[in-house]
Structures are given as C-alpha cells and as structure tokens.
C-alpha cells in the first residue's frame, strides 16, 4: 500500500504542482493589476462557485465514490457513474435556469450596485460547466487512475491562466475577463474528459442506485455547508464588517496560503481511493500511521517557512495596496492544513456515518461565524484568520476522536503534538525578533535569519518525525515505487 501510495502521491503532487504552479505564476500579474476592491469580486464570486458545488448536486460525487469502490462488476460501476453525471447535470442545469434571470439582483445582492450584471452571468455559466467537471474529474480518482486526473487538471489550469492572461493583461478586459478564463479552463477540461472516459459512461439512469448514492452524500450537503462557512465564513462577515477591498487583501492573503494546497494535494489524491478499498488488510492502520507522520514531517516544515517568509511573499507577489496581507499568511495556511488532514481519519466514511460528519462540519462553520462576528469588528483582517484557525482546530479535532472510535490507528501523538508545538514556537519566535514588512521584507539581515531559523526548526520537525531509519526506508520506497498500470492515462 505505502508504495502504491507514494507513487500515487507523486503523480498527483506533480500534476498539482504543474496546475496551481500555472495559477500562482500568473497571481501576482493580478494582483499588481486588480485594485483590492476589484479582486474583493472575483474573491467572493469564487465563494459563491465553492457553496453552489457543495450543494447543487447534493454532494453526489461522495456517493458514487463510496459505492463505486464496492461494485464488483464493471457494468455496475458504468451505472453507478452514467446515474450520478445525468444527475448532476440535470441539477446543475435547474441552477443555471433559476440564476441566468436573476442575474441582476444577484450581483447587487452578492457584490454591489454598479458592478456589471455580464460578470454574474459570465459566473453562472463557469459554475455550470465546472460542476460537471468536477464530477467527472473526481471519478478518475476512484478509478484509480491519477495519471488522467492529472491531466485534466493542468489542462484546466493552462487554459485559465493563457485565457486570462490574454484578455485581463492584454486586452484589459478586467474582472470579468478572468471569469471568462475559469469558464474557458473548465470548457477545455470537459472536452479532455470527454476523451478520456467516454467508456466509464453510457446513456443509462438507474433510481436504485440513485437512492443508494443519495442516501450516502444527503447528510453530507449541511456538512459541506458547515465545511464552507468553516473554510469562508470570516471573509463574508468581513466583508459586511469591512469592504470588497478587505476582501481583496484577505484574498491575497490565501492565495499565498494556498501553498499548503500543494503538500496537500498529492496526499489527498492517493489517501482515500486507497485506504476505502484496503481498510480491512492488517498492515493498513499500521502504514497510514506512518504516512501520517511522514506527511505532518513535510507539512510543518512547509508552513514554518512560508510564515516566517510571508512578508516577503506578499510583498513580491502583491503591489503595495495588500500591505498588511502577511499577518494572514500563518493563520490561514494552518488552518488549511489542520482542515485538509481529515484523510488521516477515514474512520466515519468507512463506517458510512456521515450524519456524524455531517454534525462535526456544521458545528465548525458555527463556530467560524461567531467567532468572525465577534472578531472582525474589532481586530479586521486579524480577526478573520483566528476565527478560521480556531474553527479548523475544532473540526479536525472532533473528526480525529470520532475516526479513531471506528477506525483506531496508533498515532505517536506525542510526537505530532511536539512537532505542531515547535513549528508554531518557531513562528512565533521569528515574527517577535525579526524584522517584517516594509523595507525588511527584501532586505538581507532579515532574510538570512529567517532562513536560519526555518533550518532550525526544520531539523528539530524532522528528528521529532522522520527518524533516520524511517528516511532511509521511505526513500528507498520512493525509488522502487512506479505508478501500475492502473494508473496510467489510457
């Protein structure tokens, strides 16, 4: 399992790499191009494409996922797929059909008086497009193929970025012409995936197992709904608290943040589809244990470095209208990594509890609320990140308590603990002694103790995680592991 895993991992880490490596390299062009208030509405139209996914389609992709590992015949498990994309494009068809009119007062709902309706409508259609996609994306996963999945996903993310590119930086279009390259990446993806799974569906609809996968993913919509106002919650009080311009530096602010998304893709691509179809072998607790460890190795060492360097970061990235964004960096990238571990706790998805799950995501986006309500008035931007923090602590928490009633796995959790400790010590020491953001963010003095420091706390993450002989193994796995023939795009 550990080196289907890490060859797994890697071709999904590489083609993470590759897309969202396309997305940060055109980020600062934006961002030096938007004003603040400007990238507020693509911020919170990207909000709105996150709550319409997670809930449009009732979560779908979740079930087909669960049974489709189950199906012990490949005309079952066409079923199973054929059932769950016409329902998912009937759902998101009934959307476009009820916003496209509204389209108005939707965008003065949702952004403000002024802003042009097109911007919406160009949104709509993105959002319908991409639902689809997402589907069908996500079922290369389950298939065990992420070779293909990959490719999907640098070809989205080519698209967009050479779109937007082309006509916000040389046309000038401005806003909406970054939504047009969403819509345009998400058509050129579709037309990939139409390629490459064509035999995975058929012109078939089946009500039986409609009702199975709805009765996995039902409980899991308020659960996704408690996911998103976990995940953005803060940014919509903020934005009633403060501006679209707030919005914008909080945006920026994440974008950096998203760093994490890269440790974390790779991991989350390959952890589930594996763990679900061998969680019955007597080795698995015993590798996911290890997999955890090596993974929280990689992952803390990462947010040490972009905290400690994210006053540099944005001031790189960013023009001088997002000053102030750094403070966010650490809040959100730990709150993103707290969030995107729930992998290493498979426990309620193996057992089918979702409702429980679904009762763990609603109380963190509860939580996520009050805590922005009562934060961001009196602390801004500052606020929203302890809000998200906080709720993400909680959530993974509770997710991890309730895995490890099901499903338990002997986590070395003085060791984690001890880690996460000296990761967020050494943050905090370094943002105390060292001087951040103006003039410093470039200057030498600074840089090199941030360096210094990030290879201190690095080597004391990784003799707490990755002892010598757990490295020695891990990379002679890694240079054995090659993906199977599974995974391989044809």
């Not at 993470?16 to 390299?25: D, E, K, N, R």
């Not at 209208?321 to 730990?334: E, K, S």
């Not at 963010?441 to 995680?465: E, N, Q, R, T």
């Amino acid at each position: 399992m550990i080196r289907r895993f890490f060859a797994d991992s890697a071709v999904y880490g590489g083609a993470a790499l590759l897309s969202q490596g396309i997305g940060l390299l055109l980020f600062p062009f934006l961002a030096h191009h938007f004003s603040p208030r400007q990238y507020g509405i693509i911020d919170i139209l990207t909000l709105v494409a996150i709550i319409t996914n997670l809930t449009v389609a009732l979560e779908i992709n979740q079930g087909l996922g669960r049974h489709y590992v189950d199906a012990s015949q490949e005309r079952e498990r066409v079923d199973y797929a054929s059932t769950a994309l016409w329902f998912t494009v009937g759902a998101y068809t009934v959307f476009a059909a009820i916003a496209l009119p509204l389209a108005v007062p939707l965008t003065h709902a949702l952004l403000a008086r002024g802003v042009d309706p097109w911007i919406t409508r160009v949104a709509v259609a993105w959002i319908w497009v991409a639902g689809i996609v997402y589907l069908a994306q996500d079922q290369l996963r389950w298939r065990l193929r992420p070779r293909a999945f990959g490719l999907v996903a640098v070809t989205t993310a080519t698209v967009t970025a050479g779109t937007t590119a082309l006509l916000v930086l040389g046309f000038n279009v401005g806003v909406i012409g970054a939504l047009i390259g969403q819509l345009a990446g998400a058509l050129a993806a579709a037309v990939v995936l139409i390629l490459l799974s064509h035999r995975a569906y058929a012109l078939r609809f089946d009500r039986r197992k409609l009702a199975l996968m709805l009765a996995f993913s039902l409980p899991l919509v308020p659960s996704s709904v408690g996911v998103f106002l976990n995940g953005f919650a803060d940014r919509l009080v903020l934005q009633h608290a403060r501006s679209l311009a707030a919005i914008g530096v909080y945006g920026v602010a994440f974008r950096v943040a998203t760093i994490v998304s890269l440790v974390l893709a790779g991991f989350q691509g390959a952890a589930m589809p594996l763990i679900l179809t061998r969680h019955e072998e007597p080795s698995t607790r015993a590798e996911l244990a290890r997999i955890f460890q090596l993974f929280s190795a990689v992952a803390l060492t990462a947010f040490l470095v972009v905290s400690l360097f994210s006053d540099t970061e944005v001031h790189l990235l960013a023009s001088a209208a997002y000053a102030g964004a750094d403070i966010l960096v650490p809040y959100l990238f730990m709150s993103a990594l707290l969030f995107g571990i729930y992998i290493f706790a498979p426990g309620l998805t193996i057992v089918k509890r979702t409702g429980t799950f679904a009762l763990i995501s609603v109380s963190s986006g509860v939580l996520n609320l009050g805590l922005a309500l009562a934060l961001v008035p009196p602390y801004g931007i500052r606020g929203a990140g302890i809000a998200t923090l906080a709720s993400s602590a909680w959530f993974i928490v509770l997710t991890m308590c309730f895995s490890q009633r099901h499903y338990p796995v002997a986590h070395d959790w003085a060791r984690l603990v001890g880690a996460l400790g000296v990761a967020i010590g050494t943050v905090v020491l370094g943002r105390a002694v060292i001087p951040t953001g103006g003039a410093h963010a470039l200057a030498a003095g600074p840089l090199a103790a941030k360096a210094g420091l990030s290879v201190l706390g690095a080597a004391m993450i990784g003799s707490l995680l990755v002892p010598r002989v757990e490295l020695t193994n891990t990379l002679s796995l890694l240079r054995r592991s090659r993906p199977g023939p599974q995974g391989s795009i044809s």
